[in-house]
Every structure is written in structure tokens, then in C-alpha cells.
């Protein structure tokens, strides 16, 4: 596609259930990258993909949080057992992973409320 | 300390004004720097990279001072449209290490 795409735009879940996330990054980037903004913070970093290997999960707050990317395309972030502290805007971005500023793309994210 | 602080504003700034945002970053060894711009509730897009020796685009100039560790970014002549917040960006190594992000500038355009 032309740009990242996320899925769904907007979940509402119940405290306590799990969550899938879905990136879609830009064709032929091969750096993928989760972060997530909680209201009125800045952006935290989640975990980032090279490929289908995640050499960084260092920004996943808790085992609750996990997520793979298969085909080196798309990627999917799960929330096992979600809290109300869960509930942000989870953001994907993707790189083309080559040249001095390696540029990330954002998508529009997913709105997560937990209820 | 954190890593990358930003004045959080908001900074209200009548049409056709100059102002200025400012950023520190904690650490020496980071490498790369961006601005990036996000509208209310949507994701943040890149307005600009930073360059060593200060860098300009159309009304937008953005500074670095290595031996500070300290960003700028310039608006000049101010449009209803520039009314965001500006995220100051630093990434430790070139290639693939994850960006830092500030909290963000909030800028208010005003007619």
C-alpha cells in the first residue's frame, strides 16, 4: 500500500480480555516498529522488527505484551488479559532500514480503550 | 532526566508571527534528529531532519548544537495551518536503533 495501515482503527475492549493489533507497513520497508502514546504523554517505544526477528522487545511493559511479524510484512501486537492502563493509541511505523536518516512512517494507530 | 525535554507550551502565536521551540537530548552519542509534526489524534509525520550545520525548508529552520545537545526548530510568517505539536526526535545510532521522542510543543495559530 501506499502508506502504513492499521487495524482496527478504534477497539473498546473489557478489562480482563485479549487484544491483536495488526500493522501493515510500507511494501519493501523491512524495519517494522511499535510504540504507544498514552493521553497527554509522548510516544513509547514497544518493540522493533529487522525482518521477522525482533532484535529489541526492550519497550514491552510487562509479559502481557507480545508480538510477531511473519513473511517480513505484517505484524501483529497481542495484549493478553488487558488493563485499564492498557488503553492508549498503539502507533506502527516502518523504515526502509537503509541510508543516514532511515526515515519512519507512521500509521493512523489503533485506539485502544479498556474498559 | 529524561531523555529528549521539550517546553510543552502550548505557545499561541498570532498568523504571520516567528517563533521558536527548543529541545534538549540527554545523550552525547545520539546521532540523528528530526522534527516530526502530529495533528490532534492523528499519528506524527516527519516535517524535517536535522543537520549538523542547521538546515531550512520553505518557513521552517531547524538548528543543532552538539556541544549543548540542544535542537531548534524556527517557524517564520505563521499559518492557521502550522497549529500542532512538534515532536523533537533523536535517534542514537544511524540505521536501524528506535527513535526517542519528546512529549511535544503544542503550537496555537491564531487569525
Redesign the interface.
Known amino acids: 500500500g501506499a502508506g502504513v495501515s492499521q487495524s482496527p482503527s478504534n477497539k473498546v475492549t473489557e478489562k480482563g480480555k485479549d487484544v491483536e493489533l495488526r500493522c501493515d507497513p510500507i511494501s519493501g520497508h523491512t524495519a517494522l516498529y511499535w510504540y504507544r502514546q498514552s493521553l497527554g504523554q509522548g510516544l513509547e517505544f514497544l518493540i522493533y522488527f529487522q525482518g521477522n526477528s525482533a532484535p529489541d522487545k526492550s519497550g514491552l511493559p510487562s509479559d502481557r505484551f507480545s508480538a510477531e511479524r511473519t513473511g517480513g510484512s505484517v505484524s501483529t501486537l497481542t495484549i493478553q488479559r488487558t488493563q485499564q492502563e492498557d488503553s492508549a493509541v498503539y502507533l506502527c511505523a516502518s523504515s526502509s532500514g537503509r541510508g543516514e536518516k532511515n526515515i519512519q512512517y507512521f500509521g493512523a494507530g489503533t485506539r485502544l480503550s479498556v474498559l | 532526566r529524561k531523555e529528549?525535554e521539550q517546553d510543552p507550551g502550548p505557545f499561541n502565536v498570532p498568523e504571520g508571527a516567528t517563533v521558536a521551540f527548543n529541545c534538549t537530548y540527554s545523550n552525547s552519542a545520539s546521532q540523528?534528529f528530526?522534527w516530526y509534526r502530529q495533528d490532534c489524534r492523528?499519528?506524527?509525520?516527519?516535517l524535517m531532519?536535522v543537520y549538523s550545520s542547521g538546515n531550512e525548508d520553505g518557513r521552517f529552520t531547524a538548528q543543532l548544537n552538539r556541544a549543548s545537545q540542544y535542537i531548534s526548530l524556527l517557524i517564520r510568517d505563521s499559518k492557521l495551518s502550522d497549529s500542532a505539536t512538534y515532536?523533537c526526535v533523536v535517534?542514537l545510532y544511524?540505521?536501524?536503533s528506535?527513535?526517542?521522542?519528546?512529549?511535544?510543543t503544542m503550537l496555537l495559530v491564531s487569525p
Open positions: 529528549v540523528s528530526f492523528k499519528e506524527p509525520k516527519l531532519s515532536l535517534r544511524s540505521g536501524y528506535t527513535l526517542t521522542f519528546g512529549k511535544g
